[in-house]
């Protein structure tokens, strides 16, 4: 079955305390791996897309890494505005087309 | 920047009625998707639209939905005979010329079937 599970489920950080947010994922055909952003109301908003293992991307403070069963989004020396719920998601390829499977999220709390 | 606009933000519908919910996507965007989440739930895909025809469909995007581009800048969403397991945020998302670019999401629809 395809799964897509992140962990922590909450995470609560001092500002400029680094820490890292974990995606492993069980699908076959993997076709990308996708991180997001969401805000309190508001629709995810891409951070990065990775497609193979070995894989790295950089955004200000964040940094999305791959490796063959998990994706890992690290966050450095982290602000108040990163509060955040932070979303994965992998594209896998199917007899019908491409399917999308998003994981829970982890629920990222800065504070000042 | 340009951004992928929903309306209306919040619908109440009574169960058994139809609901269409809209999305204008990015103007030269020529990937469409809608995603539905449930409270407390993941995210999940529902269906993708490329060239005026369905691509993909999930399990979930039965014969009780159905997708459009009624014209050149809209993408509907229509839920026929509503259940009150159809109660969600709804989310429309588009992406550019190519299938694997970014997908840009607008702030969804919450659905709430009473």
Redo the contacts between chains.
């Keep these: 079955e395809d799964q897509?599970t992140q962990s922590p489920e909450a995470l609560r950080l001092q500002e400029g305390e680094s820490s890292s947010l974990n995606c492993s994922y069980t699908v076959s055909g993997l076709?990308?791996l996708?991180w997001?952003r969401q805000d309190p109301?508001?629709?995810?908003?891409?951070l990065f897309?990775l497609?193979s293992a070995g894989e790295e991307k950089e955004k200000e403070r964040l940094k999305a890494t791959l490796t063959k069963k998990e994706s890992f989004l690290h966050i450095t020396a982290p602000k108040p505005e990163d509060s955040a719920t932070y979303?994965c998601?992998v594209?896998a390829v199917r007899d019908?087309?491409?399917?999308?499977?998003?994981?829970?999220?982890t629920s990222l709390t800065v504070i000042p | 920047e340009p951004e992928v606009t929903q309306t209306p933000s919040h619908q109440v519908t009574q169960m058994g009625q139809e609901v269409i919910l809209r999305c204008v996507p990015i103007s030269n965007h020529l990937y469409f998707y809608w995603y539905r989440q449930i409270l407390g739930q993941k995210v999940e895909f529902l269906v993708s639209f490329y060239n005026n025809e369905i691509s993909e469909k999930s399990e979930i995007f039965d014969d009780q939905f159905s997708v459009e581009r009624p014209d050149g800048s809209n993408f509907t969403l229509k839920i026929r005979s509503t259940k009150l397991e159809d109660s969600a945020m709804y989310f429309c998302a588009s992406s550019g010329q190519f299938r694997n670019q970014p997908q840009h999401f607008g702030d969804g629809t919450r659905l709430s079937i009473l």
């Design positions: 897509v076709r990308g996708f997001y109301g508001k629709g995810p908003e891409f897309t497609y979303l998601a594209q019908t087309g491409n399917q999308f499977y998003f994981g829970t999220g």
